[in-house]
């Protein structure tokens, strides 16, 4: 009697670094993942597929969200998910030559996935490494949509130096400050880092401020006429907003992130909410990003990081 081979289903990621930067940004807060493929719509309105994942540490403080545009896809079924261990992956990606194309694949309903890379221009050699899957833990926690007012350009090689060098004298917090003056009809701002431990490290930008007229909500920008900001007193500024966070987990999602061409971070916050830190992948219409949430800390209360859950807006 003949038997027939199970189909086979595969996504291809024509650019490596977008795939492995994914994996880096999660590899950190969980030791496994469920990756889904979903057919979400991009910025032009057209359905894509997307490898998509959602996952929050067991403490539920922090969640990273991923959304990665898939370039080629063959066979996918509805509800497509498997799970796998994140470091493993990472190390299979980490095999991967500059110039590779990924593939991830595997049968329908089997128990096995295989990454495989090779150029499209020389088929003289590739590299497959071959995973099992697991079982999902329960990460897949969702926490609510929240709705901010102001929203930040974050320098993202500023960001990595200030969290490397807090790693550096053992600081284990970082606070993050917005504050704003008004003169003459234009609106300065500045954000600044601070990490404490056992010296001080204070990182400051100088900003613009776009007020968006249809919501009130605020759009914070990085100024480059430095001249502007002479008269600039930091004491006479009003803050508007003023977080403490774990650096830890800050620390593991940002030197994930790669440096140049795409240096910035869109920081969305308000009060007592947790950050929300989004890195754009690739061009805007793919509209692929990862996205991390942090809940605060309670600098008054021991220093305790707040459940995602209990924040509701």
Request: hydrophobic share 35%.
């Amino acid at each position: 009697m003949l038997t027939t081979t199970p189909e086979r289903w595969k996504i291809l990621f024509h650019e490596p670094n977008s795939i492995r930067t994914v994996v880096s940004s999660v590899v950190g807060i969980m030791s496994r993942a469920e990756f889904q493929l979903k057919n979400l719509k991009k910025e032009d309105n057209t359905e894509h597929i997307y490898l998509c994942i959602d996952i929050t540490d067991m403490s539920r403080v922090c969640c990273v969200s991923a959304r990665l545009a898939v370039d080629e896809h063959c066979n996918i079924p509805e509800d497509l998910s498997f799970v796998l261990d994140l470091k493993e992956m990472l190390t299979a990606l980490k095999c991967m030559q500059p110039r590779y194309t990924v593939e991830i694949g595997g049968k329908i309903g089997g128990h096995k996935i295989d990454i495989r890379g090779f150029d499209v221009s020389d088929r003289a050699r590739d590299t497959t490494i071959t995973m099992g899957t697991r079982i999902a833990e329960e990460t897949n926690f969702k926490p609510p949509i929240f709705e901010y007012k102001i929203q930040v350009e974050i320098d993202l090689n500023m960001l990595k130096a200030n969290l490397n060098n807090g790693k550096a004298i053992n600081s284990e917090l970082l606070k993050f400050q917005v504050k704003t003056e008004e003169k003459n009809e234009q609106k300065k701002c500045i954000t600044i880092f601070t990490c404490e431990g056992n010296s001080t490290i204070q990182d400051t930008m100088r900003c613009i401020t776009e007020k968006d007229p249809s919501d009130g909500s605020i759009r914070v920008k990085e100024c480059l006429d430095i001249s502007s900001y002479e008269d600039l007193d930091e004491d006479g500024l009003e803050t508007v907003y003023e977080g403490t966070f774990s650096s830890a987990n800050l620390h593991h999602f940002v030197n994930a992130l790669p440096g140049p061409p795409k240096s910035k971070l869109i920081a969305n916050i308000k009060k007592k909410m947790p950050l929300c830190l989004t890195y754009l992948i690739g061009d805007e219409v793919n509209c692929s990003y990862i996205k991390l949430l942090l809940a605060p800390r309670n600098v008054d209360e021991e220093e305790v990081d707040e459940p995602m859950e209990e924040f509701e807006e």
